[in-house]
């Protein structure tokens, strides 16, 4: 079966599938289990033996690199990432190495830095205690172990604050693959946890996924050529072509989804006049090892970081590997090594 017709019949039966009890926590492959009659227990490469995954479940992650977990985060801990992110819009609190971004069609004469909706994402707020909560949450961990093992490392933390579109279509987010910023491995243990903030879905800009494009190499990505501008490191795969392939993850609040580094995914425009929130974070084995990205096809993005870090921190020198030292934190276990 190709990529398209595969997703098609994933997205069949992902718009059949029901709702979960309001208390629950299940994860929710999309499959039926007859779609792995040949699946052998000693071919689990993408997960690890655990007793929270279900047969099925860690089969069907094998199968699509990703896997939704319903009603896992709880509203009044998302009520309380809201209240801080407002405080850290409003200038009230400023965490160490927060990087506060804009979307490009924002322009300099109407930029107000408290105003929220100056704000489409933060990055790395691993030095905000409450934000960071969210790395640490038991529910979240408990199933990040599953991938990753017992020594966590916390690696890449951001709030999405999606606007509504201005006609330019910069609040989409070009298909892309996770690793191409990460210089650190083995990819197969490191997974991205990213919960919904609020209801979800293709009218405000859901993630949308190419299901078992995990289980590919890394392609060269860049910033797409469009008109009215891309936000900054908004890289994309370049000449993508399979878009009928792409899956639509419809989500309510409190679900999170679990992805692989090397699954193709992105996200469409925010039609509505409301922002579009989610929190995420990258996890990774503390058992790791970084690489030297030169002459890959990450050389780029490390030359990016470069120029950032000297101009907005004066340092030169730098390569991509001490950029992520600098971010990472252990959430549980041992620092074995990154």
Same mark, same amino acid.
């Given at each position: 079966m190709n990529q398209s017709r595969a997703a098609t019949r994933l =997205? #069949?039966?992902?718009?059949?599938?029901?709702?979960?009890?309001?208390?629950?926590?299940?994860?929710?492959p999309t499959l039926g289990s007859s779609s792995f009659a040949n699946f052998h227990p000693q071919q689990f490469q993408y997960t690890l033996d655990n007793n929270v995954l279900s047969l099925e479940q =860690? &089969?069907?992650?094998e199968e699509n690199g990703f896997l939704l977990i319903k009603n896992l985060v709880s509203d009044e801990d998302i009520q309380r990432f809201q209240n801080e992110f407002e *405080? %850290? /819009?409003r200038q009230e609190v400023k965490p160490l190495g927060l990087h506060i971004m804009r979307d490009v069609t924002i322009s300099k004469s109407e930029y107000d830095p408290k105003n929220e909706q100056m704000v489409c994402k933060i990055q790395d707020f691993q030095e905000d205690e409450e934000l960071f909560r969210y790395c640490t949450l038991p529910e979240i961990l408990k199933y990040v172990e599953c991938f990753t093992g017992p020594n966590i490392m916390a690696m890449h933390t951001m709030m999405i604050n999606k606007p509504p579109d201005s006609g330019k279509k910069t609040s989409r987010h070009p298909l892309h693959q996770d690793l191409h910023y990460f210089p650190f491995r083995? #990819? !197969? =243990? %490191?997974? /991205?946890?990213? #919960?919904?903030?609020?209801?979800i879905d293709r009218n405000n800009g859901c993630l949308c996924v190419i299901p078992g494009s995990h289980k590919g190499h890394l392609q060269p990505h860049d910033y797409p050529q469009w008109e009215g501008g891309v936000n900054i490191m908004f890289h994309g795969i370049q000449n993508f072509k399979d878009y009928d392939a792409r899956v639509h993850i419809q989500m309510e609040k409190g679900d999170t989804l679990f992805f692989h580094p090397l699954l193709i995914h992105g996200s469409g425009r925010n039609t509505t006049q409301r922002f579009r929130k989610a929190i995420s974070c990258h996890f990774s084995t503390a058992d790791g090892y970084y690489i030297d990205v030169k002459g890959t096809t990450q050389? $780029? %993005?490390? &030359?990016?970081?470069?120029? %950032?870090?000297? =101009?907005?921190?004066?340092? !030169? $020198? #730098? $390569?991509? *590997? !001490?950029f992520w030292m600098f971010r990472a934190r252990l959430v549980k276990g041992e620092r074995t090594n990154l």
């Open positions: =997205r #069949t039966l992902l718009g059949h599938l029901g709702g979960p009890p309001a208390e629950a926590a299940v994860a929710h =860690r &089969k069907f992650y *405080k %850290i /819009c083995p #990819t !197969d =243990r %490191i997974v /991205c946890a990213w #919960t919904a903030m609020e209801h050389e $780029n %993005i490390e &030359k990016e970081v470069q120029g %950032i870090a000297s =101009r907005l921190y004066g340092v !030169d $020198n #730098t $390569n991509l *590997k !001490d």
